[in-house]
């Protein structure tokens, strides 16, 4: 798709833009970003937020609660489109006056350029693609990552492909690091293949958000997993892709207690890469036997 296109958002608030010229959607991002992050914060809105806020340093017991602030489109999990990672998260918030400035900026970040050239290209209208901002207390994770309940490099889905790094998952979420890998047989939770990687950085919280710092010397050659807690995430990975019936792309984090191990699902949404080879093979497979029914009569 090329041209000008009208970018209807915030009501009134419209851009005529060349959604091939990188600057000019840029440009356009920034405004519409600038007026969501300095409008007011809605009362009505800002109550609610207090009370989950007064809610949640109750249910925990924290006295120095520090959360994750985290954005969710409308359109983010699909199936057949990803558009995971265009929306911004914002790590160790700490006080509630920066939790309500994030949960804008989480919203503002529905208009990130990326995000309104890729709506350009599937076709979403602009005023029809909603978000909402999750608050999730912050785990203070030993190990983090991610893991496809499906093998990522050829669909096989009786696998699941696990990724892990020491600390938060920001690192391997990002890119940032090459992970230690392992893949395990669903069916009968053998480690079939395992990859660990030399691991020198890390992200670690501090009071200002997070940062990488270098990992110890003796946990670089380390992996990051247990035996037994990659099978404790094949179980997880397997409920959560019956739950919604369909492969699945999961954030996790492993946090040491004083009492005992915790395993978190962060977040799951769809794995988009062979759902969408699937339907272009089913649809291909359709268009054949029609081919070939209109054949057999003549």
Known sequence: MSGRRQLRALGDLNHAVDTDDDNAVAAASEDI????????????????????????????????????????????????????GQQDTYL?????????????????????????????????KHDEVLISVGIQKMVNARTSGVMF?????NGDKSKVRIESNWGLGEA????????????????????VDRNVQQKDVMTVPTDAGTEKVSVEDDKRDVPSLT???????????????????????????????????????LQSRPETTWNDEETRRTEADRSTSTADRILDQF
């Open 33 to 84: 970003r600038e007026h969501i992050e300095s409008a007011e914060f809605p009362e009505f809105l800002s109550v609610e937020l207090r009370s989950a806020w007064e809610q949640l340093h109750s249910e925990t017991g924290a006295t120095d609660l520090q959360v994750a602030v985290r954005s969710s489109a409308t359109a983010e999990d699909l199936p057949d489109a990803s558009f995971a």
């Open 92 to 124: 160790n918030v700490s006080d509630f006056e920066s939790v309500k400035q994030r949960t804008k900026a989480c919203m503002a970040s529905l208009f990130t350029a990326r995000a309104i050239t890729y709506r350009e290209e599937y076709e979403f």
């Open 149 to 153: 309940t499906l093998n990522p490099s």
């Open 172 to 191: 391997v979420v990002s890119g940032s690091v090459t992970p230690d890998s392992f893949l395990v047989d669903k069916p009968v939770y053998k480690i």
């Open 227 to 265: 035996a037994d807690e990659i099978i404790k995430l094949t179980d997880l990975a397997k409920a959560v892709e019956q739950h919604y019936d369909r492969p699945q792309d999961i954030e996790w984090a492993i946090e040491d207690g004083d009492d005992k191990k915790r395993f978190y699902i």
